[in-house]
């Protein structure tokens, strides 16, 4: 990647860092999750493991957009397109 100018190196720095952090944090749901799935059997528990899964779903949509907006990156550098 050295033959790429300073600016858009940058701009993929932060485009690669920006997916990084949104995949963290998807992980981070999905455990949360998962933690309530291994609790108690009652309904409160219920509810709060439904909320955690509407929650892990919509880090998984912002996970899957920034690696979109990664990959569209890279593709326009690397094949111009």
């Known amino acids: 990647m050295s033959d790429i100018s300073a ?12 997916y990084k ?6 992980v981070k749901g999905i455990r949360e999750e998962e933690d309530l799935a291994s609790g108690n059997h009652n ?3 219920l509810d ?12 998984h949509k912002e996970a ?3 690696k979109r907006l990664y990959e569209d990156a ?8």
């Open 43 to 45: 309904v409160a528990e």
């Open 7 to 18: 600016d858009l190196q940058q701009e993929l720095n932060e485009l690669q860092a920006a």
């Open 64 to 66: 899957d957009f920034r």
């Open 21 to 26: 952090a949104a995949v963290d944090a998807w």
């Open 48 to 59: 709060q493991w439904e909320a955690a899964h509407f929650r892990e779903h919509k880090l």
């Open 74 to 81: 890279l593709r326009r550098e690397f094949f111009g397109f």
